[in-house]
C-alpha cells in the first residue's frame, strides 16, 4: 500500500519506512499529545513554547520518521519483546509512582486519558528501541581509559571545586520581645557556653523552649555567593569549630559554627572518572546515534505524504538536537497529582529497569 491512499477508516498514510507505516491518525494523536506537551510544560518559557508549538508539525512527524526507521530495522533483526518484559516494565512504571494495586493504576491512567493497552504498546516501542540499541549502537562505543585521562588534563577547569564551608546556625529571635541590651546580655551568655565542649543542640535547647533561640539548623556546604554578604563575612575567615559573633539578619541575630572547611581544589582522576566516562558516554552516543540513523534512512525505503504543516521534516532532522533538548523539556504527568517524573522517563525508566539483554542475532 502506497502512502496517500486511504485506508477503509479514512485515515491516510503520510509516512511508510520499508514494511512500516504511520497513518494520518497516529500523525494527529502524537501531534495532539504533543501540543499538550508543550503548553502544560513548567520548563519551557513563553518564547520558546510559542516556537516549539510553531514547528509542531515537523517535529511530530520527525518523531514518527525516527521510531519507524528504528522499529523497521528491529522488525529485520527479528528484536522481539515478550509480554513477560513488557509486564515487568508496566510494573517498574507503576512502582515509580508509588501506586500499589491495579485498580489505582488503571484509574491514575484513565485520569490522564490513557489506557493500559496504549500505555503497554509505549513500552513495547520503548523497549525494541533499547534491544536494537543495545545491539547495533552500544557496541560503537569505546572509552579507553588513555582518554578519559586526556579529557581530564585537558579540562582541568571542571574539576575543580571552590573554597567551601559546612555550616550550622541558629538564631536569637527577633520576635521574642527583647530590647536590644537583653538580646547582647543573651548572646554574651551563649557565646560563653560556646567555648564548652557541650553540644550545640544541647546548649540551644533550654533557649529554644524560652522561645527565644530557633533550633539549630545545617545549612551543609556553602560556597562564595551562597549567604547573604553580611553572614558571609562574619564566617569565612573562620576555621573549623569556631562560631560566629552574633549577626543582624533576618528573623533576628545569627551565630554560625563552622563545622568543617574545605579549600579550593582540584578533584583528582579517580573522583572524577565516573563522572567524565558518564559524560563522554553521552557525547559518544548522541554521535553514533546520528550517523546510526544517517545510515538507516539511506537503507531504506521511505514513501512520505506529510501533512502541509510538517512539510520538508526531513530537511529539519540536521537540527535534531534541538528536538531533543525539546523532548526533555516536555512534561506529560501520568498522574494528575503531583509528580516528579513524566510519562516518557517513567515509561523509560520502567522499561530500562526490566530485563533487556539483546537477543542473539538471527542465523540466516
Known amino acids: 500500500m502506497c502512502a496517500g491512499v486511504s485506508l477503509s477508516q479514512g485515515f491516510e498514510i503520510v509516512l511508510r519506512v520499508n514494511e512500516r507505516i504511520a497513518t494520518s491518525l497516529d ?15 513548567e520548563a519551557l518559557s513563553a518564547e520558546r513554547k510559542q516556537r516549539a508549538l510553531a514547528e509542531v508539525g515537523v517535529t511530530t512527524m520527525n518523531e514518527l520518521f525516527e521510531e519507524l526507521l528504528m522499529l523497521s530495522r528491529a522488525d529485520q533483526l ?8 513488557i509486564q515487568e516494565a508496566m510494573d517498574n512504571t507503576r512502582k515509580n509512582y508509588g501506586i500499589e494495586s491495579q485498580e489505582q493504576f488503571e484509574q491514575a491512567l484513565q485520569a490522564s486519558n490513557m489506557t493500559i493497552e496504549g500505555l503497554a504498546a509505549t513500552i513495547r516501542r520503548s523497549l525494541l528501541v533499547q534491544k536494537l540499541m543495545g545491539q547495533e549502537v552500544q557496541p560503537r562505543i569505546r572509552m579507553e581509559e588513555e582518554d578519559l585521562r586526556r579529557y581530564y588534563h585537558s579540562h582541568p577547569e571542571e574539576f575543580q571545586e571552590p573554597e567551601r564551608l559546612h555550616l550550622r546556625e541558629f538564631v536569637l ?7 536590644a541590651n537583653e538580646m547582647s546580655s543573651l ?5 560563653q557556653q560556646l567555648e564548652s565542649e557541650l553540644d550545640l543542640d544541647e546548649i540551644i535547647a533550654p533557649y529554644v523552649e524560652q522561645g527565644v533561640s530557633s533550633k539549630v539548623v545545617d545549612l551543609g556546604w556553602v560556597e562564595i555567593g551562597d549567604l547573604d554578604r553580611n553572614l558571609e563575612e562574619a564566617v569565612w575567615s573562620l576555621g573549623a569549630g569556631e562560631f560566629s559573633q552574633p549577626v ?5 541575630r545569627h551565630i554560625l559554627l563552622v563545622e ?3 579549600e579550593a581544589r582540584l578533584r583528582t582522576f579517580a573522583e572524577s572518572e565516573q563522572e567524565i566516562r558518564g559524560r563522554e558516554g553521552a557525547r559518544l552516543m548522541q554521535n553514533e546515534m546520528q550517523k546510526y540513523m544517517e545510515e538507516l534512512e539511506v537503507q531504506a525505503y521511505i514513501v512520505a505524504n506529510p501533512p502541509p504543516e510538517a512539510a520538508g521534516f526531513r530537511a529539519s532532522l540536521s537540527s535534531a538536537s534541538d528536538v531533543d533538548d525539546l523532548t526533555q523539556a516536555l512534561t506529560a504527568p501520568l498522574i494528575t497529582e503531583p509528580a ?5 522517563t517513567a515509561v523509560e525508566e520502567g522499561a530500562a529497569d526490566a530485563d533487556t539483554t539483546p537477543e542473539d542475532p538471527p542465523r540466516d
Do not use: F, H, K, P
Not at 495532539?32 to 502544560?40: K, T
Not at 527479528?78 to 518484559?85: C, H, K, L, T
Not at 543582624?248 to 533576628?252: A, D, K
Open 340 to 344: 516528579e517524573e513524566d510519562l516518557e
Open 260 to 262: 568543617e572547611r574545605q
Open 78 to 85: 527479528r528484536i522481539d519483546v515478550s509480554e513477560s518484559e
Open 27 to 41: 500523525y494527529a494523536r502524537r501531534r495532539a499529545e504533543r501540543i499538550q506537551a508543550i503548553q502544560s510544560s
Open 187 to 191: 548572646a554574651d551568655e551563649i557565646q
Open 173 to 179: 529571635l527577633g520576635s521574642a520581645g527583647l530590647t
Open 248 to 252: 543582624e539578619g533576618r528573623g533576628g
